[in-house]
């Protein structure tokens, strides 16, 4: 674990050289999920340093508020309604682990993992979990020593370039770029001059480290590190907060202490209004950290990694080789706290007690005694009725359910392929309602063999087009707007919001409208509908997929594939499979009979569209375990005994 520090140092520039040129598709991708919530960055050691520079990032380009958590906080006070990113270089402390342990089990609908170690506990039990969107970035430097450098430079790099990419500010991680090369030698004029500003500190115990908002993450950094390698004391303080109280610390114990200001040009004149009401005798030291806000930034954590050189070199200590005490060892495995165990009577299995609270928006815990017992009667009746069905027909949702919808464009995983072969060779029947059209085809026929194609019913475009999966003429994409839907679909094109931020597919029977960076599912929603109203096209109707918004005639549902395989195999019952059963999803009419099940999310009725997966399982690893729990019993599908257990 120990490595010289000052070894870890001169591998700074190779890390960010990295940064800059490795992939980052899939981060970009979390990024904009990300971007549709409040963000909880959880972090232990120096991963709360990028923790800080994430929060930091998602305020300045999404306006939405973050804050930085514990793995304790995480563990003991759930948070609901955030992405939950957590970050961990190793990936392999008790800490990290548990609170990922937590939040997977609570399904939340975000959870990111930036991890540097593709072979982590962490990263091993995220992928158990594929919803998570596991981020693995190696650094190139291998392991840090003792304290977090060059994964701690690299993760916040990554994620600057990210949200900067993202949300289309290339200009500023061009800036930083032009910033940060300036300061990754050790010949560097700024490099130099701040080792001179700092000389006189280190005769001093105690160092206040005052700053602004766009160089907080190099103060939060500096008061990690100085206080895990036993730098000396060190505070902080804005430069406003400093004002109340804190400078009362010089006024009784200046003689021990000295001033350390990192200095940005979004807060110079404020900086340099406060230095000069700094005692004469207390030493001070002026970083200055130029460049817009995002530069600030990165270039506030450099000076952070460089001062902690400087100040061991000074004190005699070697930051990447402090050494670790016995009692450090052990406080460092101790594990975090378990929740508690309900106090009910009756102890629900955790695949019941997820279900439920899916089902009820609100866990069991926080349930009374009458209203567990009303979900767990109508999850029990439920279940039974699943179980004793004899189903003649599976209709399957495609993206999120069949397909990941992070990786839509992709052909479905084998193993779904090889259960729906499974069901089809048996002699069950399958179905696919889909919001897309000719794509779904084409990968469909990929991965499953032609003589099942004539026995697979597709929906196209929310069931407006019908047909077997061996048909080649439809869905026909050739076809313009019919009549219902031609003058909304110019007054949505005309839309000066909806022209720059989204793009816009018409179809014979269907608009889709899909957001491009910047614009937020919801405010597609309600210019969507802003727009139906003011063009008097009240019939039609309008579904949220997870990707989308869908507007179709009126007609037009996934519910007409069900009556499609009824008018061929008669009134048995078909089970329908999808994952936004909750209105206004694309899948809520697919899934409001009482032959439902949702992989994701459920609708508020408790006879219908019940999530009965695994816990911590949801999309495709739930539909792939629904289908292994499916047999063929005397020429109809079934679910087998001890399912759902």
């Not at 990032?57 to 006070?77: C, E, F, M, N, W």
């Not at 103060?219 to 000396?232: C, M, V, Y």
Request: hydrophobic letters at 40%; glycine letters at 8%; charged letters at 25%.
């Amino acid at each position: 674990m120990a490595k010289p520090y000052a070894t870890e140092i001169q591998s700074l520039g190779a890390t960010f050289e990295w940064a800059k040129q490795e992939e980052i598709k899939e981060l970009k991708s979390a990024v904009r999920t990300a971007g549709l919530f409040p963000l909880q960055a959880i972090g232990s050691g120096g991963s709360l340093t990028a923790a800080h520079a994430i929060i930091g990032l998602h305020q300045k380009y999404t306006g939405r508020i973050a804050t930085v958590s514990t793995p304790l906080d995480v563990a003991t006070d759930p948070l609901s309604g955030v992405s939950h990113w957590l970050l961990s270089a190793g990936g392999g402390n008790v800490d990290i682990n548990a609170a990922a342990k937590a939040l997977l089990s609570r399904e939340p609908r975000q959870l990111a993992v930036m991890c540097g170690r593709k072979d982590s506990p962490l990263s091993d039990l995220c992928r158990q979990h594929p919803f998570a969107d596991l981020l693995i970035f190696p650094p190139p430097a291998g392991k840090d020593g003792f304290l977090a450098t060059n994964s701690l430079l690299g993760f916040v790099s990554l994620l600057a370039r990210a949200y900067a990419l993202e949300f289309g500010a290339e200009e500023d991680w061009n800036s930083v770029v032009v910033v940060v090369e300036r300061l990754l030698s050790d010949q560097a004029p700024a490099i130099a001059s701040w080792r001179a500003q700092t000389e006189n500190l280190w005769s001093r115990g105690t160092t206040l480290v005052i700053h602004g908002p766009t160089t907080r993450v190099g103060a939060i950094d500096l008061e990690s590190k100085f206080t895990e390698a036993a730098l000396g004391n060190l505070q902080l303080a804005d430069y406003r907060n400093f004002a109340h109280g804190r400078h009362h610390w010089l006024a009784k114990r200046g003689e021990l202490s000295g001033v350390l200001a990192l200095v940005s040009d979004q807060d110079r004149v404020l900086a340099e209004k406060t230095l000069k009401l700094i005692p004469a005798d207390v030493p001070t030291a002026v970083i200055d950290l130029g460049g817009p806000p995002v530069a600030a930034m990165l270039t506030s954590l450099i000076a952070a990694l460089r001062i902690t050189e400087w100040a061991g070199v000074a004190r005699g200590i070697d930051p990447g080789r402090p050494g670790v005490p016995d009692f450090g060892r052990k406080l460092y495995n101790l594990p975090l706290p378990r929740p508690k165990k309900s106090g009910f009577a009756v102890r629900l299995t955790p695949r019941d007690e997820a279900a439920i609270a899916r089902k009820a928006g609100n866990p069991p815990s926080n349930m009374n005694v009458q209203e567990l017992s009303r979900w767990m009667d109508a999850l029990g009746a439920y279940r039974q009725r699943l179980l004793q069905r004899r189903f003649s027909a599976v209709v399957f949702d495609y993206d999120g359910t069949l397909v990941d919808t992070r990786h839509r464009f992709d052909l479905a995983r084998k193993d779904i392929a090889e259960e729906l072969v499974r069901i089809l060779r048996s002699g069950g029947r399958v179905a696919i309602a889909t919001g897309r059209g000719s794509s779904v085809r084409k990968d469909l026929r990929a991965i499953l063999p032609e003589e099942y194609w004539n026995k697979i019913w597709m929906g196209y475009y929310n069931g407006a087009e019908i047909a077997p999966l061996s048909d080649p003429n439809v869905p026909d994409a050739s076809a313009a707007c019919c009549s219902q839907l031609s003058t909304l679909a110019k007054a949505l094109r005309e839309h000066p919001e909806l022209a720059e931020f989204a793009e816009q597919t018409d179809r014979q029977f269907q608009i889709t409208l899909q957001s491009k960076r910047m614009m937020a599912e919801d405010r597609l929603w309600d210019i969507a509908h802003q727009v139906i109203l003011a063009t008097g096209s009240a019939a039609v109707k309008v579904t949220r997929s997870s990707h989308s918004v869908d507007i179709v005639a009126a007609g037009v549902s996934k519910a007409n594939v069900i009556n499609r395989i009824k008018e061929e195999l008669g009134a048995a019952p078909i089970l329908t499979i999808g994952d936004r059963g909750r209105w206004p999803g694309n899948d809520y009419e697919l899934l409001r009979g009482e032959d439902t099940l949702s992989v994701d999310e459920t609708s508020v009725d408790p006879d219908s569209c019940w999530n009965l997966a695994d816990t911590g399982q949801r999309g495709v690893e739930a539909t792939l375990e629904y289908l292994r729990f499916l047999e063929i019993e005397d020429g109809a599908l079934a679910f087998r005994k001890g399912a759902f257990k």
